[in-house]
């Protein structure tokens, strides 16, 4: 049976997709289609990919689950999740309408990022076999990611990929077959915490923010949370601080009337140069550049 790629066999197509929403630098590592269907069914199929659902129905749903050759009916309630490993065979039917979030990993970049960023060494199979547990901490991370895709004031990439880095942390660290023993530095960075540094970020971006005022947004000391951060998202929290005003501002910038020093000064540049410098570095283009694109 030659492996298919999950969402070839969707039987409706999902109301959001990170593959649509998202350039390729802040999707690679974790694909996420959510989906509200009437009662259907998926064939039985092998995945090159490893999948994981969430529901997130507040009422019980009764569904069936074919894995590895057997049949398993099951109550599935909201905070379960389900993992299976790229390589099983699985399908499903399901009773009753359905909201659900499916994540889907690629076994390569999987591989990339948990040894790179967390000196872990997998097995072949990489994650186990996990038909259902009650796993409140990854779905609250897992809906994270939807409400960045969800929400167009905070859907943007940078924000995305940093959340993908914390699900993949909290994935691994529970759901990880492994050879090595993780190192694991970013324990005390919960999706929490996150949520709240995104939050303070959102609501004070016009304004010089600090990794004190970051860290103290998620109640921890300036040292350790810059550790942590860094370990967790990838970049440092200066880089991503940069990222994200570049992003918010190439979305003003779409207003083509709005003068770029307005821009500036609302994604917390000090002045239109600085924004000029800033925006260059992360996408090679001047801000007139990149709006003189928008314009042709």
């Not at 948990?114 to 060494?121: P, Q």
């Not at 940078?158 to 050879?179: D, G």
Request: net charge neutral; with cysteine; aromatic share 10%.
């Amino acid at each position: 049976m030659a492996p298919h790629r999950y969402q070839d066999v969707y039987p409706s197509p999902p109301l959001i997709r990170s593959a649509d929403e998202l350039p390729p630098r802040a999707s690679d590592l974790v694909h996420l289609d959510y989906f509200e269907a009437d009662e259907d069914s998926m064939p039985t199929a092998v995945f090159s990919q490893h999948h994981v659902l969430f529901n997130l129905r507040d009422e019980p749903q009764q569904v069936e689950n074919w894995r590895g050759g057997t049949r398993r009916a099951f109550t599935y309630a909201r905070n379960e999740v389900v993992v299976t490993p790229a390589g099983m065979p699985a399908g499903w039917r399901w009773r009753g309408r359905s909201r659900c979030i499916v994540i889907t990993l690629d076994p390569e970049p999987l591989a990339r990022f948990a040894g790179r960023e967390l000196g872990l060494v997998l097995t072949a199979r990489q994650l186990v076999d996990e038909p259902q547990r009650l796993d409140e901490d990854l779905t609250m991370a897992a809906e994270q990611l939807y409400q960045a895709l969800a929400s167009k004031d905070s859907g943007s990439a940078v924000v995305y990929e940093a959340l993908a880095r914390v699900f993949v942390v909290k994935l691994l660290r529970t759901y990880a077959e492994r050879r090595g023993v993780m190192e694991n530095p970013t324990a005390e960075f919960s999706a929490e915490r996150y949520r709240r540094v995104l939050d303070f970020v959102e609501d004070n971006m016009a304004r010089p923010i600090t990794v004190e005022d970051m860290a103290a947004a998620a109640g921890m000391s300036a040292s350790a949370f810059a550790r942590v951060f860094k370990a967790a998202i990838g970049d440092t929290p200066h880089q991503f601080l940069s990222r994200y005003r570049v992003e918010q501002a190439q979305a003003m910038m779409r207003d083509l009337s709005r003068p770029l020093i307005d821009v500036a000064l609302a994604c917390g540049f000090a002045d239109q140069p600085h924004l000029g410098r800033v925006f260059k570095k992360f996408t090679g283009q001047t801000p007139k550049a990149w709006r003189d694109q928008l314009r042709g």
